[in-house]
């Protein structure tokens, strides 16, 4: 399995970022996957969840109504459209399969 995370950089607040989670060794277009994030002196938190087919989604609340999780299953790539981003929002972003994990995007939100 490989999962490979891209897309993240440095935005001021109210910007938007769109990341992209690219993953092979499996088959992509029956499993469930999720973008978690992790900032400095913080645990690991989820941030959202999508159904293979994409029908089905999940946030967390402090992410909800700002960032949009989508899929490509011909791509197989997942992606987390984030906008109204906030200084909080700052982390390494990272796409979950199981126990399977990418290496990371750092994603820092400042003026």
């Known amino acids: 399995v490989q999962i490979v995370e891209s897309g993240g950089g440095l935005v001021q607040p109210g910007g938007s970022l769109r990341l992209s989670c690219a993953a092979s060794g499996f088959t992509f277009s029956t499993s469930y996957m999720r973008w978690y994030r992790q900032a400095p002196g913080k645990e690991r938190e989820l941030v959202a969840g999508i159904s293979s087919t994409g029908t089905n989604t999940a946030y967390a609340g402090s992410v909800k109504g700002r960032f949009t999780i989508s899929r490509d299953n011909a791509k197989n790539t997942v992606y987390l459209q984030m906008n109204s981003l906030k200084p909080e929002d700052t982390a390494v972003y990272y796409c979950?399969?199981?126990?399977?994990w990418g290496q990371g995007t750092q994603v820092t939100v400042s003026s």
């Open positions: 979950n399969l199981r126990v399977y």
